[in-house]
């Protein structure tokens, strides 16, 4: 019947060990291992009392030789467990010494049992109770000590007690069937509470094993990037750190990389974030695909990853592995129907020779990273001695740049646009020009990153724009300022406003004003690119999308922009005549600017060739060193004057 196997089956798993339940078996292993020696003490130092009061009337092989053998034995196993203890038992050591102790605890009590009983006959009245005494009182100690190890404790109780029972009951004595009675009461007792200190015991184990099995999924979550299932920058700068202790303590070499997608803002505006997401967990999987063991990639962010490399080889090696990850993810994306292109640009740092430490490290990569970019030169950088200095001369540029007094050492230069229609200068752009008392001049090109970087642009801006329009002022009424805006010039709307405000006080009129704007500034934040400019249009100014062709902007994101110029960047216009697909951009460009409905100005004519094909692919606007350099304010008026004789050349 089921009952029947119910209990069974209850008794059965009461008297083993619960060998499927490692984290069990090694709390119990702890706790009962600290009560051991208290149980053998109780066990041996009651047992030799009871020899004592019996050494004049029971032979010497029982109150002697017996114990003594006993004494021994329990030695053994003391001595035994002492060396093999172990303060972090393996799972299996925990079992197979929990189940021994198992195996050992029956033959143990019944061997004290049959002494004690061996002994009874021998004595009166009053040592036969003590042996009585003993047989109970020891076993309860012995159960307590065992209170950890149920099935242990089970045996003992099931032998010790059912001996006694059985036995004082059928001494026939009055005073012994009650003392059984008395013991078999305390063992039922005793079980109960067992069961119920055992469950309790059981559960507090299961509870912190969820626990920890919790924490340690939290531990795991907040390690993971889950977009990618990569690891996140959290535990990609645990890693970093680990990596250069590692290496400075082998004297070991290692590279850090960090890869960023280009071209993955636009992606997001165009097709949406869940596109945008999907691309990242592609592109992700394709990096991952081209990593061996000793290569761990991570998500930093955005569109950014790292790469550890741990095995770097050369760096003709490295460079081959940058590459290779670029071109992996030049490839065409497919998602959703959509066929996706994008790049990437890699900064590589190597470590200990281009860095001390993880922080170094990972700016020097950054800085590789952006440097490269920066110069469009090549798709992979690695951190070189002259990028070093480099960064030593941005450092030095930073400390002067912070105590400059801009109303003195900055000025602006102006380079002449013109039109080659009327053959008039049509503009001028206004260039900043820094003379800085300790480093002497310093170009834009140096100076305006770091000032954007540092914050300082925004108050530099105004004082260049006040100085710009005060010049302009002077100029006669048909010739035009176009004036070279920071994308962090339109990043808030206060800032724009205070901009609005100045050009509002000046003596010059917005709608002789073109403000020049970089792509960079529409994909940062394309809201708030179209609210900033959109106010300095309702202002009359016009807007001028500067450097046009080098980025990645889409068509539809340029033309949610109020816009009224494009520059077309000098990088297709140098050399136009000899090379043919510049000239198949520009003329492309030009008849989108047309078609737009845009003015379109070319920049950086250097040569007359240049100006020939120019002229002949229906270029109206140019500026370059053709026609001038940028010119002091000094040198405008003379400029303005001799411009015929120059038309003629
Ligand atoms: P940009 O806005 O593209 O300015 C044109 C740059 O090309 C100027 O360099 C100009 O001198 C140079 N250039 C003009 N014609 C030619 C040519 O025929 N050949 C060559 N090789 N170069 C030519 P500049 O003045 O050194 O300025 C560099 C950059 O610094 C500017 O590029 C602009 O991005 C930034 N910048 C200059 N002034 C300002 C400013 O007042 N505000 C802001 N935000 N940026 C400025
Ligand atoms: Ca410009
Ligand atoms: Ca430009």
């Given amino acids: 019947m089921s009952w029947h196997r119910e ?20 709390a119990q292993y702890k706790a009962f291992s600290t009560q051991l020696p208290l149980m053998y003490f109780i066990l041996l130092v009651n047992s030799w009392i009871l020899s004592s009061t019996h050494i004049d009337s029971a032979p010497h092989w029982l109150t002697l030789d017996y114990p003594a053998i006993l004494t021994v034995v329990c030695f053994i196993r003391f001595i035994f467990w002492l060396r093999s203890r172990n303060r972090d038992p393996t799972d299996e050591t925990a079992r197979q010494t929990l189940k021994r102790t198992s195996l050992i605890a029956a033959p143990i009590a019944l061997s004290f049992t049959v002494w004690a009983i061996l002994l009874f006959p021998y004595g009166n009245a009053y040592q036969q109770s003590h042996v009585a005494f003993y047989m109970g009182i020891t076993v309860i100690g012995c159960i307590f000590c065992l209170m950890h190890l149920r099935s242990a404790a089970l045996i003992t109780t099931a032998v010790v007690n059912t001996s006694f029972v059985i036995f004082f009951a059928s001494t026939g004595k009055p005073t012994f069937i009650a003392t059984s009675l008395n013991v078999a009461m305390v063992s039922a007792t005793m079980l109960i509470i067992l069961h119920i200190y055992y469950r309790d015991f059981k559960h507090l184990i299961d509870a ?11 531990f795991h979550l907040a390690n993971m990037d889950s977009l990618t299932m990569l690891p996140n920058r959290r535990k990609f700068f645990t890693e970093l750190k680990a990596c250069c202790t590692q290496a400075a303590n082998k004297g070991s070499r290692f590279v850090l990389g960090i890869l960023d997608l280009d071209g993955f803002k636009p992606v997001n505006d165009l097709y949406g974030h869940s596109i945008g997401d999907k691309l ?5 999987k394709r990096i991952q695909q081209l990593c061996d063991e000793h290569t761990h990639l991570a998500r ?6 790292a790469l550890i490399i741990t095995r770097p080889g050369n760096n003709e090696a490295l460079l081959a592995f940058g590459n290779r990850v670029c071109n992996s993810l030049r490839q065409p994306f497919t998602i959703a129907g959509n066929s996706i292109h994008i790049s990437a640009s890699i900064g590589l740092a190597t470590y200990p020779d281009m860095a001390s430490n993880a922080t170094e490290l990972f700016e020097h990569a950054d800085y590789a990273l952006y440097h490269g970019k920066r110069n469009n030169r090549s798709k992979v950088t690695l951190f070189s001695a002259s990028h070093r200095n480099l960064i030593q001369q941005e450092a030095s540029i930073e400390q002067a740049l912070r105590k400059a007094d801009f109303e003195q050492e900055l000025e602006v230069y102006f380079q002449p646009i013109i039109n080659l229609e009327t053959g008039k200068t049509a503009a001028f752009e206004a260039l900043a020009r820094w003379h800085s008392p300790i480093l002497g001049p310093v ?3 140096q100076f305006i990153p770091i000032a954007e970087r540092t914050g300082i642009i925004n108050k530099q801006t ?13 100029w006669p009424a048909d010739i035009r300022l176009s004036f070279n805006l920071s994308v962090h010039d339109l990043s808030s709307r206060s800032i724009v406003e205070r901009l609005v405000s100045l050009i509002k006080q000046a003596n010059f009129d917005p709608q002789r004003l073109d403000m020049e704007i970089t792509e960079t500034a529409i994909i940062r934040d394309l ?6 400019t959109e106010k300095l249009r309702k202002l009359g100014c016009g807007i001028s999308l500067d450097d046009f062709g080098t980025g990645y902007s889409s068509l539809n994101q340029l033309h949610a922009l109020s816009l009224t110029k494009i520059k077309i960047d000098r990088s297709f216009v140098t050399g136009i005549e000899q ?3 510049s000239l198949k951009i520009v003329k492309s460009l030009l008849a989108l600017s047309r078609d737009m409905g845009l003015d379109c100005i070319i920049e950086g004519v250097e040569t007359q060739a240049e100006l020939q094909v120019i002229r002949e692919i229906g270029g109206i606007m140019v500026q370059g060193y053709f026609y001038s350099s940028p010119i002091p304010e000094t040198a405008i008026p003379s400029w303005l004057a001799d411009r015929p004789a120059l038309l003629s050349q």
Avoid: C, H, M, Y
Wanted: aromatic share 8%; no cysteine; proline share 3%.
């Fill in 527 to 532: 809201d708030q690119a179209k609210w900033a």
């Fill in 462 to 474: 105004r004082i260049l724009l006040g100085k710009a329009l005060a010049t302009a002022a002077k």
């Fill in 7 to 26: 209990i069974w089956r209850g008794v059965k798993q009461g008297f083993s060990i619960e060998q499927d339940n490692p984290l069990l078996l090694k």
């Fill in 579 to 581: 090379n043919l697909a």
């Fill in 443 to 445: 170009s834009p090109a």
């Fill in 300 to 305: 930093l962010g955005g569109d950014e990853f």
């Fill in 208 to 218: 912190q094993a969820q626990a920890e099995a919790l924490s340690n999924e939290n």
């Fill in 280 to 284: 990242l967990f592609t592109a992700g």
